[in-house]
T-cell receptor
Framework: GQQVMQIPQYQHVQEGEDFTTYCNSSTTLSNIQWYKQRPGGHPVFLIQLVKSGEVKKQKRLTFQFGEAKKNSSLHITATQTTDVGTYFCAGEVAGANSKLTFGKGITLSVRP | NAGVMQNPRHLVRRRGQEARLRCSPMKGHSHVYWYRQLPEEGLKFMVYLQKENIIDESGMPKERFSAEFPKEGPSILRIQQVVRGDSAAYFC???????????FGPGTRLLVL
């Protein structure tokens, strides 16, 4: 079946450092979505990427969809303590009844 | 516009009891998705429903689990004869049409003693 992989599962950075994480799918996706979950909270939608090579920015966050639509990246510039949480990518395959396949997520901690 | 609502937020059950989890989608959303999250794991798709129809239940365990989304009222995920391994956070999400952004509820944390 379809797999979405996020490695590593944990990353620790010093406040102010940049952070990049990657998401890889075993199959071509119709779109990829990113969510953020704070400890004890629920996933909150961040962005959806649809087009091959698409790049979207949200303040200090930059999201990119790979040319082959099988991978994606999230880059955070100058991390802040408010960036802590678990970032999930979720891929949707065309014709799959809008079923999202989530990666295991990467938990980011930021040292002040 | 109220977001996705789930209740209860926390549920404690003893082994063998039944658990009923409710989800009210956002106003105007007719598509509901249920996910299960184990500690330190991602979200696992369970079932996708539209009003009165199960569209995709490929992630549902074959036994003890069922879901419905009636014409009136919330969607319900029902777990019969719970076991300790059912302890998890159960999230539902809704969207206005398939392929649109899914908005998640706060989840129900189920603990089976």
């Amino acid at each position: 079946g379809q797999q979405v992989m996020q490695i590593p599962q944990y990353q620790h950075v010093q406040e102010g450092e940049d952070f990049t994480t990657y998401c890889n799918s075993s199959t071509t996706l119709s779109n990829i979505q990113w969510y953020k979950q704070r400890p004890g909270g629920h996933p909150v939608f961040l962005i959806q990427l649809v087009k091959s090579g698409e790049v979207k920015k949200q303040k200090r966050l930059t999201f990119q969809f790979g040319e082959a639509k099988k991978n994606s990246s999230l880059h955070i510039t100058a991390t802040q303590t408010t960036d802590v949480g678990t970032y999930f990518c979720a891929g949707e395959v065309a014709g799959a009844n809008s079923k999202l396949t989530f990666g295991k997520g990467i938990t980011l901690s930021v040292r002040p | 516009n109220a977001g996705v609502m789930q209740n209860p937020r926390h549920l404690v059950r003893r082994r063998g009891q039944e658990a009923r989890l409710r989800c009210s989608p956002m106003k105007g959303h007719s598509h509901v998705y249920w996910y299960r999250q184990l500690p330190e794991e991602g979200l696992k798709f369970m079932v996708y429903l539209q009003k009165e129809n199960i569209i995709d239940e490929s992630g549902m365990p074959k036994e003890r689990f069922s879901a419905e989304f009636p014409k009136e009222g919330p969607s319900i995920l029902r777990i019969q004869q719970v076991v300790r391994g059912d302890s998890a956070a159960y999230f539902c999400a809704s969207s206005p049409i398939p392929g649109e952004t899914q908005y998640f509820g706060p989840g129900t944390r189920l603990l089976v003693l």
